[in-house]
């Protein structure tokens, strides 16, 4: 079975492609400088579209090895049954 991609999923990251442009990498290494970077980028893709009146939002944290929280966010299709989901997980950790 071939893996395809929704087109609706390409829609909201779309803005990481431009704040990333000009970003400079920071070091290997320096997750502090790695957070900073993308907090914003990743802020921005959460906001870029509105989320449908047919989806159901949740929030959940799980905590770093360093202790500092990570927020993940879940969307789910009102009525949609159960089936795969899709787990994105940013560079930079």
């Not at 442009?21 to 997750?31: E, L, M, R």
């Not at 870029?48 to 770093?64: R, S, Y």
């Amino acid at each position: 079975m071939a893996l395809s991609r929704d087109p609706e999923t390409a829609i909201a990251p779309a803005p990481m492609a431009g704040a990333m442009a000009d970003a400079t990498p920071p070091a290997v290494g320096d997750i502090a400088a790695r957070r900073a970077l993308w907090e914003p980028i990743i802020g921005a893709v959460g906001t870029a579209q509105p989320i449908p009146d047919d989806v159901n939002t949740g929030e959940h944290h799980a905590t770093a090895a360093d202790d500092a929280q990570i927020t993940m966010l879940w969307y789910a299709k009102i009525g949609a049954a159960p089936g795969p989901a899709l787990l994105f997980c940013h560079g930079g950790g």
